[in-house]
């Protein structure tokens, strides 16, 4: 894309910005933050938990910042206002800029447990593959349940503490990352249509779509639930039943605000709402395992 106007520093610095989607990965910010620190907990060792944070929050932007790379073409129809469609960035600094994050990551991850490494570089190509192709076809869903689960995994790892909890958030992280997957795609799910991509939220249909997210998460907590009850994972009762009374009653309050007859503007919301149940369920369920 050619840039036709001359650019001030401050329009290449707020491009930059927004290149790096500020919001989500303020939320995987928060996410990686909350698991590091139950992961550490009682003892912190304060330049541990910053280098995970910040080698997450690294890899984070690269993939965030290469995604309005791939979908430039696309922005540049449905999406003008972001950086590249504005001329506020050119798509080779965007490139660049996105290379330079997964340098900085690699340099952050080189003092921790090697595995914490692994463990990030799986991440990291599940989110390029996403950005390179998958996003556009029902592989996004799998892509999103198979790379959540890996940031709690991560946390723990990189801070150098095991439980046996963390074996089964593998699979109820991917339930999740699922929904979280298809509340992400509402937003756009007619832009996404229209041009023709085939997201798992396309194929879905919008009303099935909010559907699949709820029952995801009801699954869940139900999992939650009965792994609280068998005792197979033992945790701390008196945390662990208000966290999941609180996420059904924020379930509760998705399905009587939110869904498929909604204006389409209100979906954008419903996507932090899960995003917010999500981290509740599964940051409470840790805490009653590890307090």
Known sequence: MEI???????????????????LPVLFHIIGVSMFALLAAWPHFAWRTLLLVVAAHTAMQLSIAVHNDYCDRSMDALGKKHKPIPLGLVTPREALIYGFFWILVMLLLLLPLNPLALLISLLYLAFGQSYNLGLKSTPWSGIVFALAMPLIPVYAFVGVGHSIPLIFWLVPIV??????????????????????????????????????????????????????????????????????????????????????????????????????????????????????
Do not use: M, Q
Request: hydrophobic residues 55%; glycine residues 8%; charged residues 10%.
């Open 174 to 291: 991917a339930l999740l990352g699922i929904a979280l997957n298809l509340a992400n795609s509402l937003p756009d799910i007619e832009e996404d249509a229209a041009s023709g991509a085939r997201t798992l939220a396309v194929v879905l249909g919008v009303r099935r779509s909010f559907l699949l997210g709820a029952l995801l998460i009801l699954v869940s907590i139900l999992c939650i639930a009965i792994l609280t009850l068998t005792s197979l994972v033992p945790v701390r009762l008196a945390i662990v039943v208000p966290t999941l009374a609180t996420a059904c009653v924020l379930l509760a309050v998705s399905l009587a605000f939110f869904g498929p007859n909604k204006p389409s503007p209100t979906r954008k919301n419903y996507f932090y709402l899960v995003v917010l149940t999500c981290l509740f369920l599964i940051g409470g369920w840790i805490v009653g395992a590890v307090v």
């Open 4 to 22: 036709t106007k001359k650019r001030r520093l401050v329009d290449i610095a707020r491009g930059l910005f927004l290149l790096g989607h500020p």
